[in-house]
Nanobody, 126 residues
């Protein structure tokens, strides 16, 4: 069982930056692929970014490529999402997720094997 807790959300103006964090309780955190999804009001949850267990491979949705950077610190059981050049359409609840021994690309789809955090709100004003 893995417990995930997101933090770092908030209100920011368009063009600004935020850094999200996801802390994990797993004792073998380094064995988990990690990722971020988001869900805007009235829309389905969508993939944002993912990172392999080692941090060596990352994968991004086209909508955030070049603006967002995913990273992880396995020594601190924490994953990050640095979000730059934010746009109003980035407004959503951001969720982190984990899946045991999976690739970054595989994290782009939802699986019954996924563990999810409770989400953190990101609001970008125009």
């Amino acid at each position: 069982q893995v417990q995930l807790v997101e933090s770092g959300g908030g209100l920011v103006q368009a063009g600004g930056s935020l850094r999200l964090s996801c802390g994990a309780s797993a004792r073998t955190f380094s064995s988990y692929g990690m990722g971020w999804f988001r869900q805007a009001p009235g829309k389905e949850r969508e993939f944002v970014a993912a990172i392999s267990w080692s941090g060596g491979v990352t994968y991004y949705a086209d909508s955030v490529k070049g603006r967002f950077t995913i990273s992880r610190d396995n020594a601190k059981n924490t994953m990050f999402l640095q979000m730059n050049s934010l746009k109003p359409e980035d407004t959503a609840v951001y969720y982190c997720k984990a899946r045991f021994r999976t690739t970054a690309q595989a994290m782009a789809v939802v699986s019954p094997s996924d563990y999810w955090g409770q989400g953190t709100q990101v609001t970008v004003s125009s």
